[in-house]
């Protein structure tokens, strides 16, 4: 019988657990979403999130083994992410997780997050079927903290490509959501604006994207968005949001797209992965598709509940790893950033190290 991980995912707003089989099949999985908590502030602030994490925590778990009826006895190991996050997040899961592993005797698989993103386009549940993806791929992470190209040679051997240099791009788009007064978080409200917006109402400039590395910036993209909104008479702003939205999208897809484009030109690798927050992103996803479909390569975006921060793919990387022979101590640590041995760095950026993702 296939082993069943009990995974917990905290490192950011989102609190999540769930069950996962070595195979990557989720036989559950509950999140309690915080968007609403720190909508007034305009951005994630730590302090609110661990105290919401402490609260959802043990009613999520136990809402996980009702639903799934699962008994502590069949299950295998308890994973949770103990890095790269918010400190005082990460803290909260790690130290449900440790006290699971003790009381129940279970071993312990300390995942860190990113590598959670790369597995996400395994997963698969009784409403989608296994999916047909191979080692080698080349993976963007794109999410709200992280803008990562990785070279996928199998479980654990990840080199980083190439990263943002600033902002990630789901911070950008967040960033200029709250600049037009959409709120937080922006990126879906900006996606559903741009699509009855012209992509080329607006002239935005797209950082790096015709250097030959993997590195990208989007602060400049961003700051050119503030003075283009200041130029804009506030009566006239609410009329001109979907071109903005429209043009300020296009730019964030096409440096993604360029910078995967040549990343499976150098590699030579065919199959390629999307994963994170932003590819949920309707206007990258159907470029996305459009762009693998004539060039041939076999694109895997996962569904968007495993798209954004989510505990299946935290499960599903610590099944692997318990399949290895791995496990950690209860003393393991929380981490704000990935550790040394978690990725290697490419060397395609002709002898300039890629900036190892921090978060
Ligand atoms: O992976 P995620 O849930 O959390 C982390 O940041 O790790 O990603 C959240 C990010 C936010 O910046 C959010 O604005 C962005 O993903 N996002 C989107 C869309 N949906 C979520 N960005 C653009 N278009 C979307 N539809
Ligand atoms: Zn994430």
């Known amino acids: 019988m296939s082993k069943k991980i009990l995974a917990i995912e905290t490192s950011c707003d989102d609190t999540s657990v769930a069950l996962v089989s070595e195979e990557g099949f989720v036989y559950g999985m509950v999140s309690a979403s915080q968007d609403l908590a720190h909508q007034p502030f305009g951005g994630i602030v ?12 043990l009613p999520l778990v136990e809402e996980l083994i009702k639903k ?164 804009i008479e506030p009566s006239e702003l609410q009329a001109k949001l979907p071109d903005l939205c429209a043009s300020f999208q296009e730019a964030i897809v096409d440096v993604l797209i360029a910078k995967l484009d040549l990343a499976m030109k150098k590699t030579k690798i065919k199959t390629v992965v999307i ?25 895997h975006i996962p569904p968007i509940k495993y798209c954004t921060d989510n505990a299946a793919m935290i499960g599903y990387a610590g ?11 209860l003393n393991l640590g929380p981490s704000p950033r990935v550790w040394p041995e978690d990725f290697k760095s490419g060397n395609f950026n002709k002898g300039r190290q890629a900036r190892v993702q921090r978060s």
């Open 46 to 57: 730590p302090e609110i999130a661990s105290r919401n994490h402490s609260a959802a925590m």
């Open 68 to 231: 799934t009826q699962v008994l502590w006895s069949e299950i295998s190991g308890i994973a949770v992410t103990n890095r790269p996050g918010l400190i005082g997040s990460l803290i909260v899961g790690l130290v449900t997780a440790k006290t699971l592993a003790h009381v129940h005797n279970k071993p312990l698989l300390g995942v860190n997050h990113l590598e959670g993103h790369i597995l996400a386009p395994f997963l698969f549940d009784t409403e989608r079927s296994k999916p047909q993806l191979t080692f080698p791929f080349i993976a963007l992470a794109v999410s709200g903290g992280h803008t990562s190209i990785y070279e996928v040679q199998g479980l654990g051997d990840y080199a980083v490509l190439g990263a943002t240099l600033d902002d990630a791009a789901g911070e950008a788009f967040d960033k200029f959501a709250k600049m037009a007064g959409l709120g937080f978080p922006g990126g879906v409200k900006v996606d559903q604006l741009a699509r009855t917006g012209r992509v080329d109402a607006y002239e935005f400039p797209r950082g790096l994207i015709h250097e030959d590395s993997y590195q990208m910036s989007f602060s400049g993209l961003k700051s050119s968005a503030q003075r283009m909104i200041a130029s």
């Open 275 to 299: 994963t994170g927050g932003v590819s949920a992103n309707s206007r990258l996803r159907s470029k996305a598709q459009d762009w693998a479909a004539k060039k041939k390569f076999d694109l």
């Open 319 to 329: 099944a692997l790893r318990l399949e290895r022979g791995e496990s950690h101590d």
